[in-house]
């Protein structure tokens, strides 16, 4: 069974970081795509970042880069984001993703607030 469980979420001011986590198990690991999105309420879901993890390629959506970092632990079957300078409008529940033959996972999410 495919399990992807997001921890680290909180509350945060402006300019402030957080490092997401993401434990995956059920499923190749090393040789999936692997991707960070958020959701905010009324929006459809952001599409933020994707690590190739059999090649290591990865790539950020505009609106995050510079600002996040996706990184793994193949040891430790974890995905990491490194969220830097945050900004009010990063406010989201963030969920990792994979997707295998077809079929789309996500976790339960974890909740990131950045208010003053």
């Known amino acids: 069974e495919v399990q992807l469980v997001e921890s680290g979420g909180g509350f945060v001011q402006p300019g402030g970081s957080l490092r997401l986590s993401c434990v995956a198990s059920?499923?190749?690991?090393?040789?999936?795509?692997l991707s960070w999105v958020r959701q905010s309420p009324g929006k459809d879901m952001e599409w933020l970042s994707t690590?190739?993890?059999?090649?290591?390629?990865?790539y950020y959506a505009d609106s995050v880069k510079g600002r996040f970092t996706l990184s793994v632990d193949n040891a430790k079957n974890t995905l990491y984001l490194q969220m830097n300078n945050l900004k009010p409008e990063d406010t989201a529940a963030y969920y990792c993703?994979?997707?295998?033959?077809?079929?789309?996972?996500w976790g339960q999410g974890t909740q990131v607030t950045v208010s003053s």
């Open positions: 059920g499923f190749g690991f090393r040789s999936s795509g």
């Open positions: 993703h994979t997707a295998l033959m077809g079929t789309h996972y």
């Open positions: 690590i190739y993890n059999y090649n290591g390629n990865t």
